[in-house]
């Protein structure tokens, strides 16, 4: 089946540095890859959509220019988080789609939990 | 905003049918019921999906009503390992339209 790898599972980093993290669709090319963000015990929400090759689409409230996200190729898209503060410190996780007709594509990654200290 | 309406949480015990309600009184026609559920601190898991017909595979079976208003999953046999938060969402079956989660219910299975 469809499967999306998302590296790291977890990370910490100091106050004021950069956070990247990874999303890969292992077996399958992703023509477009979502960026979510989950607060504890809250439900996910989507903060960008990315397409291979263009510029990603960020939803109201989110930050651009902190949330870098680049979608190089069809099998990569990144998230890096810019200038880290504690207040980032969430789990973030990535889907992507393009493969298995059945569902529509639509697999998740496993998650990143960063942790900004 | 979520187009869909579920109870915040409801127990099961293990072993039993799990039914988990859903409200989607403002579908569209060419919108599809999606479900997911996601187990603690791991990603979403696709279970079954819809447009109007029952439909059901090795994990679950999803009743739609015939005005396409609400649906049930029905997990059948209930697992401790199924305790987790499931989403019920209405979209278009394209690739690159975005899921959009709603609260979703916290079933717990117990044992």
């Known amino acids: 089946g469809a499967v999306v790898s998302q590296h790291p599972s977890r990370v910490i980093c100091k106050s004021g540095t950069s956070v990247k993290i990874e999303c890969r669709s292992l077996d399958f090319q992703a023509t477009t890859m979502f960026w979510y963000r989950q607060f504890p015990k809250q439900s996910l929400m989507l903060m960008a959509t990315?397409?291979?090759?263009?510029?990603?689409?960020?939803e109201q409230g989110v930050e651009k220019d902190k949330f870098l996200i680049n979608h190089a190729s069809l099998t990569l898209s990144t998230l890096t988080v810019t200038s880290a503060h504690p207040e980032d410190s969430s789990f973030y996780i990535c889907?992507?789609?393009?493969?298995?007709?059945?569902?529509?594509?639509?697999?998740f990654g496993s998650g990143t939990r960063l942790t900004v200290v | 905003d979520a187009k869909t309406t579920q109870p915040p949480s409801m127990d099961c015990a293990e072993g039993r049918a799990a039914n988990l309600p859903c409200n989607h009184s403002t579908i569209s026609g060419n919108e599809y019921v999606y479900w997911y559920r996601q187990i603690h601190s791991q990603g979403p898991q696709y279970i079954i999906h819809?447009?109007?017909n029952n439909e059901t595979n090795e994990m679950a079976s999803l009743i739609i009503t015939e005005d396409r208003k609400s649906s049930t999953l029905i997990l059948p046999h209930a697992t401790l390992r199924d305790t987790a938060v499931y989403y019920c969402i209405v979209r278009v079956a394209t690739l690159d339209d975005k899921i959009i989660f709603g609260k979703g219910t916290r079933l717990h299975i117990l044992p």
């Open positions: 819809g447009l109007k």
């Open positions: 889907s992507a789609t393009g493969a298995s007709p059945t569902n529509y594509g639509y697999t």
């Open positions: 990315s397409n291979e090759g263009s510029k990603a689409t960020y």
